[in-house]
């Protein structure tokens, strides 16, 4: 039976505001049952605050009300548990509960077109569509990677609509599957353009982080996406260095391996891998569009990790006559020990793979959302050639006696192709 925690009914946010009632909720995080708000609203009810979370995915919702997690984020399942039982924390569809927490904390960032065009309005459309039920007294706080400027940009908007609540912009900065960790150990940027705004986000977030660094919007705008281009740009790096070692028939492995002992100079050489995932292509390219298309560092990173599947695959066929094998994709998450297959190049390689191979396979044993997928034994039963698409640490012992390409050299037998 469903616990799915009904929203009871409520007079008009207009009505509330003008009541002067209390607060209910401490915080409402908007898109709060997502990879990003349900960490920090269960983080924040470990913290004594009552929260409320919304978002329209109904199935997530009841999932969250039966307290447990619509996806695997580790360290958070158990406090999730204990917070509903103790009703300090409750999921829903409606946006009315909006309007009875003091902290709006919204997690829906700057999405990118097909064509790589950020849309800067969609932050201010997501609260336009709830914006009647805010109310005095709320402070509103800007969570997801945005375009620059979009804060001001809500802002006006805001006060076009005549409302003045303090608005921030408080960047997530954590790695998803550690985020119950991170949110308590890593500095914390919080920004504002008026003195109760950056008032409001130390008031909330000095009871996570260990230390809060104070910015201008603009500046931890950039920042967010500074950081996100910069790690982008070093995958970029590694794999081109990675391609050309292996065109001149050399293990790139064993040199970085090399190169990087005892020298510390070096020490941070990532491996070559699938840079994917929901946010380093994308903010990249935001990045790139912000400065007018003249990135050159930005697109030249975005074609090589784009390109790595199609390079995966044309060495491939140097060494197999692919059009009369069975092919195996183990791992179809965009990153190790994940369920999320948000933007995930293993997905590039099963289509540029469907149209060389005879036939194609995938299995991950985290991954659930995807009904295309085959079992592990079945796949490694079929498999022709096997290529490991996600680094998950289960695959290093694991017995295949197809031939096995691993660029992320989870095996450890080296990265040539």
């Known amino acids: 039976m469903s616990t799915h925690a009904s929203t009871p009914a409520r007079a008009p946010a207009e009505a509330i505001a003008a009541s002067g009632a209390p607060f209910e909720h401490d915080v409402v995080v908007v898109g709060g049952c997502g990879h990003v708000g349900l960490p920090l609203g269960i983080a924040l009810g470990e913290c004594g ?10 199935a997530a919702v009841d999932i969250v009300n039966e307290g447990r997690l619509p996806f695997d984020e580790d360290g958070a399942e158990a406090p999730l548990a204990s917070l509903r039982a103790a009703s300090r924390l409750m999921a829903t569809t409606s946006p009315e509960v909006i309007a009875g927490a003091e902290y709006v904390v919204v997690v829906i960032g700057t999405p990118v077109d097909e ?165 380093l292509f994308k903010d990249t390219m935001q990045l790139a569009a912000f400065n007018n298309n003249q990135f050159t560092l930005g697109h030249t990173s975005m074609m090589i990790n784009e390109g790595l599947p199609l390079y995966v695959v044309a060495r ?48 991950d044993p985290y991954v659930a959302t995807d009904p295309d997928l085959v079992s592990q034994e079945e796949l490694l039963a079929s498999a022709d050639l096997v290529i490991i698409g996600a680094p998950h640490r289960r695959y290093a012992t694991l017995d295949i006696a197809a031939p096995v390409i691993d660029v992320f050299n989870v095996r450890g037998d080296g990265v040539l192709i």
Not at 214 to 240: D, G, H, M, S, V
Request: glycine share 6%.
């Open 316 to 363: 491939a066929e140097r060494r197999f006559d692919l059009a009369t094998k069975t092919v195996g994709i183990l791992g179809t998450a965009f990153k190790a020990e994940s369920d999320d297959i948000r933007s995930s190049l293993a997905y590039k390689l099963k289509r540029i793979l469907t149209f060389k191979a005879r036939r194609v396979l995938c299995a």
């Open 49 to 58: 605050m009552r929260v409320a979370l919304v978002d329209t995915n109904q």
């Open 115 to 279: 064509h790589l065009n950020p849309n800067p309005n969609a932050v201010v459309t997501a609260i336009a569509e709830f914006a009647g039920h805010l109310r005095p007294g709320q402070t509103i706080v800007l969570r997801s990677t945005i375009y620059p400027g979009v804060t001001a940009l809500v802002e006006r908007y805001l006060a076009g609509r005549g409302l003045d609540n303090p608005v921030c912009f408080c960047p997530e900065r954590i790695a998803q599957g550690r985020s119950m960790k991170e949110l308590r150990e890593l500095p914390q940027i919080i920004s504002a353009h008026t003195p109760e705004g950056m008032a409001g986000a130390r008031r909330l977030f000095e009871r996570l982080a260990p230390q809060l660094i104070e910015l201008e919007p603009e500046e931890a705008e950039l920042a967010k996406l500074f950081t996100n281009t910069w790690r982008y740009i070093r995958f970029a790096a590694a794999n081109q260095l990675y391609m050309m070692a292996n065109d001149f028939g050399l293990d790139f492995e064993r040199i970085r391996s090399a190169l990087m002992t005892n020298y510390p100079r070096a020490a941070d050489m990532p491996g070559p891998g699938f840079a994917a995932g929901p946010c």
